[in-house]
């Protein structure tokens, strides 16, 4: 009896630790998105970039590839044109940022070297020092405060300069060397959570 209870018990044990295991993961993987309260993101039809060209000096840290920063940028612009949105560089509707969460070394944890909501991230190395509210949205989080390898992206409301859409995967980024075809399946898996305007025409 006890031997052959024995192989079975095993079994459940590790049975149950993948199991476990595949909804761990899954729950790291997945998308999410916000809005500030009454915001009618579907009225947007036209962006720009909140910083057009990084406001500092691009200062990269071992390991992190430069190309993400044009590879993030050229992902999200082709993503929401192909929801019928129109890049313009005048009067835009909605402004747009990214980041990356990454761990901060030692030396350059220093709260007052970064505006509040935007500490030391792969933005920040990219050059942009952004200045935005938060929008009031529930569950905001500074950028500093999510996991490792996190990619959000931001939609700020030109004339208020406050957030009024997020989308962020948690920890996607696990490799700072990924292609633009990796970095823009990155990107259009958050985009899904934002609303395509073709179907307001149908």
Request: aromatic letters at 14%.
């Amino acid at each position: 009896m006890k031997q052959a209870f024995y192989p079975n018990f095993l079994l459940f044990i590790l049975t149950s630790v993948l199991f476990s295991s595949c909804v761990s993961s899954s729950a790291v993987l997945k998308s999410n998105a916000i809005s500030a309260p009454g915001t009618n993101v579907r009225s947007y039809q036209t962006f720009g970039w909140y910083q057009e060209k990084p406001q500092a000096p691009q200062a990269f840290d071992k390991g992190f590839n430069p190309n993400t920063d044009k590879y993030i940028r050229q992902a999200v612009e082709e993503d929401l044109e192909r929801k019928g949105l129109r890049k313009v560089t005048e009067n835009p509707d909605v402004l747009l940022a990214y980041d990356i969460s990454v761990s901060v070394p030692a030396e350059k944890d220093r709260p007052e070297l970064y505006t509040d909501g935007f500490g030391y991230s792969y933005a920040h190395m990219a050059g942009y020092r952004y200045r935005y509210g938060d929008g009031g949205l529930a569950s905001y989080r500074p950028v500093d405060l999510f996991k490792q390898g996190t990619l959000i992206i931001d939609m700020i409301d030109p004339k208020s300069n406050e957030l009024v859409w997020r989308g962020w995967r948690e920890g996607i980024f696990t490799n700072f060397n990924a292609g633009y075809k990796k970095v823009s399946s990155y990107v259009q898996d958050i985009l899904e959570k934002y609303p395509s305007h073709h179907a307001l025409s149908k």
